[in-house]
T-cell receptor, first 111, second 113 residues
Framework: ELKVEQNPLFLSMQEGKNYTIYCNYSTTSDRLYWYRQDPGKSLESLFVLLSNGAVKQEGRLMASLDTKARLSTLHITAAVHDLSATYFCAVETGTASKLTFGTGTRLQVTL | NAGVTQTPKFQVLKTGQSMTLQCAQDMNHNSMYWYRQDPGMGLRLIYYSASEGTTDKGEVPNGYNVSRLNKREFSLRLESAAPSQTSVYFC????????????FGQGTRLTVV
């Protein structure tokens, strides 16, 4: 059974600081996705990582994938309040593009 | 584009009642999914449909049934609702085989009392 673990589960950080969210998974996969969810809203796709060593950047967020270590990271640079949300990683395995989600990291950026 | 549309957005059921959650996508995707989201547990897959005419169980299928009505529509039915099915339900669609992300609907917040 595939397990996807994120840490930390909750992160409170000050504006302007840097931090990294980690996503570990237990089985071979080279397809990993990061989503953002605002309270009471749906999931918004942030990054699609499809090979070992993939790195994607958008604004203050950068995601990477190491398939050998079964690890993905989401790095936040100089956080701003608008980044406050819950972030999920999701690993694709098997047929039909099924996703197994991590438990999410709730990020709170304080002024 | 509407993307993935779910109805209803909110629903309160009494234990033992039945209901159907509707989902439609306009992106011509071949695969569709139903997930549930519970606090502290991320999203878990209930059922999925890899292509029109096929459905399969996901991680937590007990108490649910699904119908892939056509390529656009995928419904989730609760035959006899239980309090343990109180959750937020998300429908999603994707193009299996093209290695692209799944797109999610706005969710249905279901409370079973």
């Amino acid at each position: 059974e595939l397990k996807v673990e994120q840490n930390p589960l909750f992160l409170s950080m000050q504006e302007g600081k840097n931090y990294t969210i980690y996503c570990n998974y237990s089985t071979t996969s080279d397809r990993l996705y990061w989503y953002r969810q605002d309270p009471g809203k749906s999931l918004e796709s942030l990054f699609v990582l499809l090979s070992n060593g993939a790195v994607k950047q958008e604004g203050r967020l950068m995601a990477s994938l190491d398939t050998k270590a079964r690890l993905s990271t989401l790095h936040i640079t100089a956080a701003v309040h608008d980044l406050s949300a819950t972030y999920f990683c999701a690993v694709e395995t098997g047929t039909a593009s099924k996703l197994t989600f991590g438990t999410g990291t709730r990020l709170q950026v304080t002024l | 584009n509407a993307g993935v549309t779910q109805t209803p957005k909110f629903q309160v059921l009494k234990t033992g009642q039945s209901m159907t959650l509707q989902c439609a996508q306009d992106m011509n995707h071949n695969s569709m999914y139903w997930y549930r989201q519970d606090p502290g547990m991320g999203l878990r897959l209930i059922y999925y449909s890899a292509s029109e005419g096929t459905t399969d169980k996901g991680e937590v299928p007990n108490g649910y049934n699904v119908s892939r009505l056509n390529k656009r529509e995928f419904s989730l039915r609760l035959e006899s609702a239980a309090p343990s099915q109180t959750s937020v339900y998300f429908c999603a669609s994707s193009e299996w085989g093209r290695r692209v992300e799944a797109f999610f609907g706005q969710g249905t917040r279901l409370t079973v009392v």
